[in-house]
C-alpha cells in the first residue's frame, strides 16, 4: 500500500536524523550488518524514486534489526560516541622540543627582558658567582649543570636547593659559604646571567656538556675528578658526568 511505504519512509527519517548525530554507529552497524546490505541492489525500474524509496525501506529494516541484536554495552556505545584523547597521551602533552640556543650576546639580548620567581633568581646568582668572568657558552655550561642536576634524581629538584646545598663540611657552589656578600655588583653581568636563566629555565636546549653534573676550574685538579668522565672543556672550566 501507498500509505504504508509512506509511513515506513517517514520512520526511516526519523532514524536518519539519529543516524547524522551517530555517524561513527552508523559505520559500524553497516559492518555488522554487511551481508544484510549485500542484498540491496540498485533497482533497474523505470520509476527511480520508488527504487530508492524501497532500498531505503530496505536499510533502516535491517538497522533496526542490527540494533535489536545489539548488547546493552554495544548500544550504549553507539549512544555516547567516541570516548575523547586521553590528554596524557595525546600529542599536545607530550614535552616541548628544546629550544634552540644561538651562543651569541646579539641573540641573547633579543629573548625576552629576565625576570622571574625563586628558581631563576638562585640560577641567575649561581651563574653570576661562579661563571661571570667565563665566556658567554662557558656560563650555559655552568647552568646546564645545575638543571641536570635538578633532573637527575640524585640531588635536590630545585635550582635554589641545588645551589645551596651543603654536605662534608662544604658547600656544593663555592660561593654559598665562602664568606663573602652574595651582593651582584656588576650591572652588565647581572643583566647577562639573568638572560641565560631565563633562557635555560623557558627550555633552552642542553648541547653543551653532554649531561654534565660537576664542573671545576682549570686552575685546580679535584680529587673526584678521576672518578667521572669527562665530557666538556670550555673556558676555564671542565665538565663531568657521573659514569
Same mark, same amino acid.
Given at each position: 500500500?501507498?500509505?504504508?511505504?509512506?509511513?515506513?519512509?517517514?520512520? *526511516?527519517?526519523?532514524?536518519?536524523?539519529?543516524?547524522?548525530?551517530?555517524?561513527?554507529?552508523?559505520?559500524?552497524?553497516?559492518?555488522?550488518? *554487511?551481508?544484510?546490505?549485500?542484498?540491496?541492489?540498485?533497482?533497474?525500474?523505470?520509476?527511480?524514486?520508488?527504487?530508492?524509496?524501497?532500498?531505503?525501506?530496505?536499510?533502516?529494516?535491517?538497522? %533496526?534489526?542490527?540494533?535489536?541484536?545489539?548488547?546493552?554495552?554495544?548500544?550504549?556505545?553507539?549512544?555516547? *560516541?567516541?570516548?575523547?584523547?586521553?590528554?596524557?597521551?595525546?600529542?599536545?602533552?607530550?614535552?616541548?622540543?628544546?629550544?634552540?640556543?644561538?651562543?651569541? !650576546?646579539?641573540?641573547?639580548?633579543?629573548?625576552?627582558?629576565?625576570?622571574?620567581?625563586?628558581?631563576?633568581?638562585?640560577?641567575?646568582? #649561581?651563574?653570576?658567582?661562579?661563571?661571570?668572568?667565563? @665566556?658567554?657558552?662557558?656560563?650555559?655550561?655552568?647552568?646546564?649543570?645545575?638543571?641536570?642536576?635538578?633532573?637527575?634524581?640524585?640531588?635536590?629538584?630545585?635550582?635554589?636547593?641545588?645551589?645551596?646545598?651543603?654536605?662534608? *663540611?662544604?658547600?656544593?657552589?663555592? !660561593?654559598?659559604?665562602?664568606? %663573602?656578600?652574595?651582593?651582584?655588583?656588576?650591572?652588565?653581568?647581572?643583566?647577562?646571567?639573568?638572560?641565560?636563566?631565563?633562557?635555560?629555565?623557558?627550555?633552552?636546549?642542553?648541547?653543551?656538556?653532554?649531561?654534565?653534573? !660537576?664542573? %671545576?676550574?682549570?686552575?685546580?685538579?679535584?680529587?673526584?675528578?678521576?672518578?667521572? @668522565?669527562?665530557?666538556?672543556?670550555?673556558? #676555564?672550566?671542565?665538565?663531568?658526568?657521573?659514569?
Amino acid at each position: 500500500m501507498v500509505s504504508g511505504e509512506v509511513a515506513e519512509i517517514d520512520l *526511516g527519517q526519523e532514524h536518519m536524523h539519529v543516524s547524522h548525530r551517530w555517524t561513527g554507529a552508523l559505520v559500524a552497524l553497516m559492518v555488522l550488518s *554487511g551481508a544484510a546490505f549485500a542484498e540491496v541492489t540498485v533497482s533497474t525500474a523505470t520509476n527511480p524514486t520508488a527504487a530508492l524509496s524501497a532500498e531505503f525501506a530496505s536499510l533502516m529494516n535491517t538497522e %533496526h534489526a542490527t540494533m535489536n541484536t545489539m548488547e546493552v554495552e554495544d548500544l550504549s556505545a553507539v549512544a555516547t *560516541g567516541p570516548k575523547p584523547l586521553d590528554p596524557q597521551n595525546s600529542v599536545a602533552s607530550q614535552p616541548a622540543a628544546p629550544k634552540a640556543i644561538d651562543y651569541t !650576546y646579539q641573540w641573547l639580548m633579543t629573548q625576552n627582558a629576565p625576570e622571574g620567581g625563586a628558581e631563576w633568581d638562585c640560577l641567575r646568582k #649561581a651563574l653570576y658567582f661562579e661563571a661571570r668572568g667565563e @665566556t658567554l657558552k662557558g656560563q650555559y655550561a655552568v647552568a646546564e649543570v645545575i638543571l641536570n642536576r635538578v633532573d637527575s634524581g640524585l640531588y635536590p629538584d630545585s635550582v635554589c636547593e641545588v645551589v645551596g646545598q651543603k654536605g662534608s *663540611g662544604s658547600c656544593q657552589f663555592s !660561593y654559598v659559604c665562602d664568606g %663573602h656578600s652574595d651582593k651582584m655588583r656588576e650591572a652588565g653581568a647581572v643583566e647577562i646571567a639573568g638572560r641565560i636563566a631565563a633562557v635555560m629555565l623557558s627550555g633552552g636546549e642542553r648541547g653543551l656538556t653532554d649531561g654534565a653534573t !660537576y664542573f %671545576h676550574s682549570k686552575a685546580v685538579f679535584p680529587s673526584w675528578a678521576n672518578r667521572f @668522565t669527562r665530557t666538556a672543556s670550555i673556558g #676555564a672550566h671542565m665538565f663531568y658526568a657521573a659514569n
